[in-house]
């Protein structure tokens, strides 16, 4: 296969559209969540049938097998709804990396576009640790220890090469009584937040040279805009939302990434952490989420430190057995054998029937975008009426930290979805227009 990699200049590409198209085509992905608004002569037919052959070759891998992505990418329309479902699945990358190796074949344009995704992912993972391992220095120099949790640690650790996970955002741990001394060097290294949560338990911070410029829809591009999130636990919205027991992670092992030691989760509590935040964020590179857990749990079993007892373990003192349900019941849909049969069994027993039942709807790829509102999956971790009605209202209480300018938005937004999903889905095609 011909190596199109050294070709690639990432850095010079051009954004797909003028910034103002960019921003009006975000506009109506918002208010409507139809593939046609984002990415035009595209709809959510041939971008599911993309991700379902991708979802096919990604299975054929994972059991070692010599497998080919079947999909004809030759017509140009077919091969930007490979890269495109690529890019929501969250494995163009990893497909790139894997034909690189010779662990996957696909016919000439879809090798082409896979490793466009891969030069990307590289030169985007380039600028994220240019960016961040600075600042972490400073807070390890400082006597912060800072941790980091998932996609940043996966990507080094599991991954057959940092590049090949992608990310949006670093998760940087530190302990509740260092925060202000970490939001101190992150505003002298030049970053600026405009998030956080009333508690401070998670603010959100950009580096200087943050344009909020998105320069494509279509895959991972290397100046798409990227943050560091700073936390002081595990604050995953839909957990500290509903759960009372406090979300921290034991950061036992340490990441060296360059000459930066970073405290990370073993493997163990990894899963643990993996599984519960990926079961929260179902439409968000779902089949990312699940290759890594599988990369993690194959990793962890080799070197003997696999132990499903600890896994549950954590879970219990988090309390929140119940959300690792759909995560680890999807994973073994995509790679049966992974997860011990006692662990599903004991978060089977403590899941909802609302919760098997929308989990039921998953697949690994499909449905790949959330067209439609389902009132079950905003309810998913509800139980009992108090906590059915608290969930109720945090759907339209105002957002919290967020600027007065982004709320309005985001609430035009809601209203204009709400009433597209009441005239109706559109018929297949009639995204494209």
């Known amino acids: 296969m011909t190596d199109h990699t050294p070709a690639l200049t990432p850095l010079d590409e051009a954004s797909d559209a003028s910034p103002d198209e960019m921003r009006r ?18 709809d959510a037919d041939v971008l599911q049938r993309a991700a379902d052959a991708i979802g096919l070759a990604v299975a054929g891998v994972l059991r070692d097998e010599r497998t080919m992505l079947r999909w004809d990418a030759a017509a140009p ?48 993972m380039a600028r994220i640790r240019a960016g961040v391992l600075p600042v972490l220095a400073r807070m390890e120099a400082a006597g912060l ?42 505003r002298e290294v030049g970053f600026t937040s405009e998030y956080a949560t009333r508690s401070g338990s998670k603010s959100e911070w950009m580096p200087h040279d943050h344009d909020g410029v998105v320069r494509s829809h279509e895959l991972w591009h290397v100046r798409n805009p990227w943050r560091l999130d700073l936390h002081d636990g595990l604050n995953f919205a839909a957990i500290v939302q509903t759960v009372r027991a406090r979300q921290t992670a034991a950061l036992d092992d340490v ?28 439409y968000s590179q ?34 929140t057995r119940r959300f690792a ?6 994973v073994e849909q ?47 971790w509800a139980s009992g009426v108090r906590a059915t009605v608290r969930r109720l209202w945090q759907m339209v209480a105002p957002l919290e930290g967020v600027p007065l300018g ?27 227009r």
């Open 334 to 380: 995509l790679a049966p054998g992974t997860v011990a049969a006692p662990m599903l069994a004991r978060v089977h027993c403590e899941t909802s029937r609302r919760i098997r039942a929308v989990t039921s709807r998953f697949t690994p790829t499909s449905p790949l975008l959330d067209e439609r509102f389902s009132l079950s999956e905003r309810l998913l």
């Open 286 to 319: 779902r089949l990312l989420r699940l290759v890594e857990l599988v990369l993690v749990v194959r990793r962890a079993e080799s070197l003997g430190r696999l132990d499903w007892e600890v896994v549950d373990a954590s879970l219990a003192a988090r309390e």
């Open 25 to 42: 085509r975000e506009q109506a992905w918002h208010s409507t969540h139809r593939a046609g608004a984002l990415w035009p002569g595209l």
């Open 406 to 432: 982004m709320r309005v938005s985001t609430y035009r937004h809601r209203a204009a979805r709400l009433l597209s999903m009441l005239r109706g889905r559109p018929r297949s095609g009639d995204d494209a």
């Open 325 to 330: 349900y759909p995560l680890l019941t999807l």
């Open 77 to 124: 329309r077919n091969a930007r709804a490979l890269g495109v479902a690529a890019l929501l699945t969250g494995v163009g990358p990893l497909l790139g990396a894997w034909l690189e190796r010779g662990m996957l074949t696909a016919d000439e344009e879809a090798s082409r576009t896979l490793a466009r995704h891969l030069a990307h992912g590289r030169a985007r």
């Open 145 to 186: 220890a800072p941790g980091v949790i998932k996609g940043f640690h996966t990507a080094h650790a599991y991954f057959p090469e940092p590049g090949a996970r992608p990310t949006a955002d670093v998760d940087v741990v530190v302990a509740p009584e260092h925060v202000p001394r970490a939001v101190a060097i992150l």
């Open 255 to 282: 990441l060296h990434v360059d000459d930066v030691s970073l405290r990370v989760c073993d493997p163990n509590e990894l899963i643990s952490v993996l599984v519960t935040h990926g079961s929260t964020e179902l």
